[in-house]
């Protein structure tokens, strides 16, 4: 069979085709490409300007543009003598910052078995996410009756162990707009809606060290919450002890809360965390 010979392709030249031209229209941007340049630039480690953009197939004077603008935060740093771009300082703490969080989780866990040990409850380790907390990990106790809360799950700053003992940690003024941005809702007959009342509950928790909720998320379940500081003495998150109230009378609670401020301390010590002096003499 004859076959019909094929013209050859001619070779493209210049830059690839660039990968911003159609972005879903629900994001920005010029926020895509100014993260896929900081991509690159970590990929790269060091690199010029105009290799920059050939390799990304965007304009040069669009390169430019937005590399000066992150130099203006610190996420990227430019050496005059090369005339190489890099990242900088403030990429660096970014990425620092997740990196504690995955020994958060990992120390997290270790402590937590340890405290399941101890106390004979459920624990969880959750952190700050604006006005609630999510919970990241937990460690079941093997007892029948117990609390569970799935990964991911939310919780009101006000009405639980972990959220409280974080607010305790946190300016008076600081807490006052987050209640006023979140509300404090009512989830219990026993939920603390008095801003009065709270400020009391956190000025008490201060002192102790730990946090209990007694029922004012749900019915019949009890929580004592710890707070765990970064390396800049700010609260980021609590681990906690959660479970039936019955478990939980007047005359075990300040043996659990010692064990919880305990671990919280064990926590915040091994991501390399510092408790603010008042912090340290008041659990101590």
Same mark, same amino acid.
């Given at each position: 069979m004859e076959?019909?010979?094929?013209?050859?392709?001619?070779r493209k030249r210049g830059r690839p085709k660039s990968q911003f031209s159609d972005g879903p229209p629900e994001t920005l941007q010029s926020v895509e490409r100014a993260l896929a340049i900081l991509t690159k630039v970590s990929q790269l480690e060091r690199t010029t300007l105009s290799d920059l953009s050939l390799s990304m197939g965007i304009p040069t004077a669009t390169a430019h543009k937005v590399?000066?603008?992150?130099?203006? #935060?610190?996420? !990227?740093?430019?050496?005059?003598?090369?005339?190489?771009?890099?990242?900088?300082?403030?990429?660096?703490?970014?990425?620092? #910052?997740?990196?504690?969080? #995955?020994?958060?989780?990992? !120390?997290?866990?270790?402590?937590?078995? #340890?405290?399941?040990?101890?106390?004979?409850?459920?624990?969880n380790l959750a952190i700050h996410d604006r006005l609630e907390v999510v919970f990241i990990g937990q460690v079941e106790t093997p007892k029948p009756i117990r609390a569970f809360f799935p990964t991911g799950s939310r919780s009101a700053l006000h009405a639980s162990g972990a959220g409280k003992a974080i607010l305790s940690a946190i300016p008076d003024d600081r807490v006052r707009q987050i209640l006023e941005a979140s509300g404090m809702e009512r989830f219990t007959s026993k939920t603390i809606i008095s801003p009065t009342r709270l400020f009391e509950d956190l000025k008490r928790a201060g002192e102790l060290g730990w946090a209990a909720d007694r029922e004012e998320r749900y019915e019949g379940m009890s929580c004592?919450?710890? !707070?765990?500081?970064?390396?800049?003495?700010?609260?980021?998150?609590?681990v906690s002890i959660s479970g039936p109230s019955s478990r939980f009378t007047e005359s075990k609670v300040a043996v659990l809360g010692s064990a919880v401020a305990k671990a919280a301390r064990e926590i915040t010590l091994h991501i390399g965390g510092h408790e603010p002096g008042t912090w340290r003499d008041r659990v101590n």
């Amino acid at each position: 069979m004859e076959q019909t010979p094929t013209t050859p392709q001619k070779r493209k030249r210049g830059r690839p085709k660039s990968q911003f031209s159609d972005g879903p229209p629900e994001t920005l941007q010029s926020v895509e490409r100014a993260l896929a340049i900081l991509t690159k630039v970590s990929q790269l480690e060091r690199t010029t300007l105009s290799d920059l953009s050939l390799s990304m197939g965007i304009p040069t004077a669009t390169a430019h543009k937005v590399l000066r603008t992150l130099q203006k #935060s610190d996420y !990227v740093a430019f050496d005059e003598d090369t005339q190489d771009w890099m990242i900088g300082i403030e990429a660096y703490r970014t990425g620092a #910052s997740f990196l504690n969080r #995955s020994a958060l989780t990992e !120390v997290g866990r270790k402590v937590m078995r #340890s405290l399941v040990q101890t106390t004979g409850e459920t624990a969880n380790l959750a952190i700050h996410d604006r006005l609630e907390v999510v919970f990241i990990g937990q460690v079941e106790t093997p007892k029948p009756i117990r609390a569970f809360f799935p990964t991911g799950s939310r919780s009101a700053l006000h009405a639980s162990g972990a959220g409280k003992a974080i607010l305790s940690a946190i300016p008076d003024d600081r807490v006052r707009q987050i209640l006023e941005a979140s509300g404090m809702e009512r989830f219990t007959s026993k939920t603390i809606i008095s801003p009065t009342r709270l400020f009391e509950d956190l000025k008490r928790a201060g002192e102790l060290g730990w946090a209990a909720d007694r029922e004012e998320r749900y019915e019949g379940m009890s929580c004592i919450g710890g !707070v765990i500081f970064d390396a800049n003495e700010q609260p980021i998150a609590a681990v906690s002890i959660s479970g039936p109230s019955s478990r939980f009378t007047e005359s075990k609670v300040a043996v659990l809360g010692s064990a919880v401020a305990k671990a919280a301390r064990e926590i915040t010590l091994h991501i390399g965390g510092h408790e603010p002096g008042t912090w340290r003499d008041r659990v101590n």
